[in-house]
Nanobody, 125 residues
């Protein structure tokens, strides 16, 4: 079982950038699928982006497409989420999640079995 730790959250102004990291430990990613979700107070957990580690194929929600980039760092056994042109509505706790293989429902949170503790991202207007 892989353990996940998020880092990189903080407070930024609208229009700014932030880079989050999701580091895996316990084993090395190979065919895993890693995703980012976010949850704001009073709202449901929302899919943000996912990457198929082996192929580097990424998929994004419409709300972040063109602004966020998910990528892998093989040397660090980690997945990064580069966030640009941040908006106040991006404010949330961001969680990374992982599962062993791809499926067509990899954009839904209930199919992931490893989760990090989350990192707070706050975007001020």
């Amino acid at each position: 079982q892989v353990q996940l730790v998020e880092s990189g959250g903080g407070l930024v102004q609208a229009g700014g950038s932030l880079r989050l990291s999701c580091a895996g430990s316990g084993r090395t990613f190979s065919r895993d699928v890693i995703a980012w979700f976010r949850q704001a107070p009073g709202k449901e957990r929302e899919f943000v982006a996912t990457i198929r580690w082996y192929y580097g194929i990424a998929y994004y929600s419409d709300s972040v497409k063109g602004r966020f980039t998910i990528s892998k760092d093989i040397a660090k056994n980690a997945v990064s989420l580069e966030m640009r042109s941040l908006k106040p509505e991006d404010t949330a706790v961001y969680y990374c999640a992982a599962k062993a293989s791809w499926s067509s429902d990899s954009y839904t949170s209930d199919v992931y079995n490893s989760w990090g503790q989350g990192t707070q991202v706050t975007v001020s207007s």
